[in-house]
């Protein structure tokens, strides 16, 4: 499709929300609703993309600048005034797709097909339509035999109109130069004394032109996010899209009610999710792994054959055939080689552990290398922080590190070196020394005393 442009407008509050985030920022499955909305737009191959923006523009520009061009709305005066800031920027001849940016839900097949009946029949202005069992809130399609006369809000319906369940999107195909031209002639004459962008359709009928609507038979499409409870109910319609497509795709999903996979996580085949189970953000899970149950990963990486069970994991990296859990947090910046198992109550952070080295129990592990097949002992903590600065710890390959050990950083332990259980080491320790910081046990014969009567 060649010259087709994308208005996508998204500088409402969203008050009905009630939220300090302007609304097209709040998240759907791990991404926001504008970005949900510029990824359907370009599947469906605009050439150019122009986002509207008003409340919050600051947080939304940040956001999107890179895959947008961004045209301020200073007043919302209403979606027609949204729509005619972007007229300076688009020239007569082109396509221009209309969407909203709190509409998650639409499949980019349909906007293909409502631009190709648009083109085909040479139409002025093409609605998207759809049938709503409950049409409340929408504007309503009022049609004589199959053509439009108009489109009427809610809140301008009279009560026959409102019973209408045909109902606009809120997504529209113009022809460029006659939706310039429209636009300066829409007024405010509405109940809510704004500039509808329904109003076009009013004066492009009035002047004859040829005006279509296209309705899409899947309503879900059409859902506009307006409330918290419009939100979760997307959030629930994708959240199962998201299960559907990754169990067609060879994964096991055991309890798709208890699991909750982001858009724009990724599985391989043969990766089994067990219930209860979160996957966060840019997750990325390899082939054969067992994620859960009770997990939640968040921006992790997890290797081939992994297993993570009852485990918490943020922007980790965790490598092949490792065994996690259960009851790991694993923190930013960790890194597990190969075959590294970190087990029940350990928390790791910033800190880079090689293959095969152990973290079986009760450890804490911060600022830290540890080196190949190392075996750090039940209850060892790196004491990474005086209070001012954090400090590293290296530990060599094949370290033994008896439990209960502090390692008070900085601090080194060559390879193939021991520490005593329950020892407090201050200094660097050689390789394969051994090294005991513990008072020596005193031992008093003979000291029961009897009970005095
Ligand atoms: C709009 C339509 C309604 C349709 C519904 C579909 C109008 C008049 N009504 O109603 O017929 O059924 O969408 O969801 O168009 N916006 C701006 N600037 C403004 C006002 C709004 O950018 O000055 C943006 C909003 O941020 C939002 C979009 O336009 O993303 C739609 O506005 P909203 O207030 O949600 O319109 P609805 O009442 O839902
Ligand atoms: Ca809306």
Known sequence: MSNLVAVIMAAGKGTRMKSKLPKVMHSLAGKTLIEHVLDIVGRAGVD????????????VKALIENRAEIVVQTEQLGT???????????????????????????KSETLNELVKLHQAQGASATVLTSYMEQPFGY????????????IVEEKDAAPDEREIKEINTGTYCFKGSALKDALTKITTQNAQGEYYLTEVFDVLLKHEKKVLTYRTVNSQEAL??????????????????????????GVTIVDPASTFIDAEVILAQDVTILPFTRLVGKTKIEEDSVIGPQTNLENCTVGRGS??????????????CC?????????????????VKVGDFVEIKNSWVEMGAKIPHLSYIGDTHVGKSANIGAGTITCNYDGVNKHHTKIGDHAFIGSNTNLVA???????AVTGAGSTITKNVPAKALVVERSQQVVKENWHREKIK
């Not at 150019?48 to 947080?59: A, F, K, N």
């Not at 419009?230 to 067609?248: D, F, P, T």
């Not at 996690?324 to 960790?334: A, E, K, N």
């Open 48 to 59: 150019r993309s122009l986002v509207i923006v008003g409340h919050g523009r600051e947080g």
């Open 80 to 106: 027609g005034h949204a729509v005619l800031q972007a007229m300076p920027y688009l020239e007569g001849e082109q396509t221009v797709l209309v969407l909203s940016g709190d509409q998650p839900l639409l």
């Open 139 to 150: 504007g309503r399609i009022i049609k004589k035999g199959e053509n439009l006369v108009r």
């Open 224 to 249: 506009g996010i307006n409330s918290r409870g419009q939100l979760a109910e997307a959030e629930g319609i994708v959240r199962k899209n998201i299960l559907e497509h990754w169990m067609s795709e």
């Open 307 to 320: 297993e993570v069970t009852c485990s918490v994991a943020r922007d980790a990296v965790i490598g092949e």
């Open 323 to 339: 065994h996690i859990g259960p009851f790991s947090y694993l923190r930013p910046g960790t890194k597990l080689d190969a075959r």
């Open 410 to 416: 900085p601090l080194e332990v060559g390879e193939y």
